[in-house]
């Protein structure tokens, strides 16, 4: 059964980063049949795409966070990242990670979600 | 960025009855690539349906997808009391990929 669990800071500053990591279970980040990949979701702003990324380390970005997000991926700890920079309060949000097919990159699982704060 | 809008944004209707949710695209979706979530409270979405019609792993046949180019459903035939959600579509034709608002499908 496959598992991705969110881990990281609940509480972010204005102006910093946002650090989150997803870490699978179950299954290979790199056995190469998925995309891996980051959402929100804003209880005023539903749910918004942030990106996926391919175990060779290809990424795929929203264009409307491209200047702030990097997806990176970990084979050898099986986790994948997300790196959200310059964070305002419009930023607070659940954040999930999740596994994509290739084909149909709809998301198939999901993890738990974690609620992170923008506040100072 | 293809909008997605769904209809309507509540639904209240009793166990045993049908349920037909309506999404919107603001053009069309390419390679039937249209998506069904059901998101309960405090949990985060399960996919129910992809390809527009075909269901996911473990989700039973009371739901069915249907439509094409901009105007696409979801149907559920008899509803479960565990069938009282949010359901949300989305697009993954096209960068970005976009969910709709949800249509919050509750016990009258």
């Known amino acids: 059964q496959v598992q991705l669990q969110e881990s990281g800071p609940r509480l972010v500053k204005p102006s910093q980063t946002l650090s989150l990591t997803c870490t699978v279970s179950?299954?290979?980040?790199?056995?190469?049949?998925?995309?891996w990949t980051w959402i929100r979701q804003d209880p005023g702003k539903g749910l918004e795409w942030i990106g996926y990324i391919y175990y060779t380390g290809r990424t795929f970005y929203n264009p409307s966070l491209k200047s702030r997000v990097t997806i990176s991926v970990d084979t050898s700890e099986n986790q994948f990242s997300l790196k959200l920079n310059s964070v305002t309060a419009a930023d607070t949000a659940v954040y999930y990670c999740?596994?994509?097919?290739?084909?149909?990159?709809?998301?198939?699982?999901w993890g738990q979600g974690t609620l992170v704060t923008v506040s100072s | 960025e293809i909008v997605l809008t769904q209809s309507p944004g509540t639904l209240s209707l009793s166990p045993g009855e049908r349920a037909t949710l309506s999404c919107w695209a603001s053009?069309?979706?390419?390679?039937?690539?249209l998506a069904w979530y059901q998101q309960k409270p405090r949990q985060a979405p399960r996919l129910l349906i992809y390809g527009v019609s075909s269901r996911a792993t473990g989700i039973p046949d009371r739901f069915s997808g249907g439509g094409s180019g901009t105007d696409f459903t979801l149907t559920i035939s008899r509803l479960e009391p565990e069938d009282f959600a949010v359901y949300y579509c989305q697009q993954y034709g096209n960068s970005p990929l976009t969910f709709g608002g949800g249509t919050k499908v509750e016990i009258k």
């Open positions: 053009q069309s979706v390419s390679s039937r690539s």
């Open positions: 999740g596994r994509a097919g290739l084909v149909t990159t709809a998301v198939d699982c």
């Open positions: 179950g299954d290979s980040v790199s056995s190469g049949g998925y995309y």
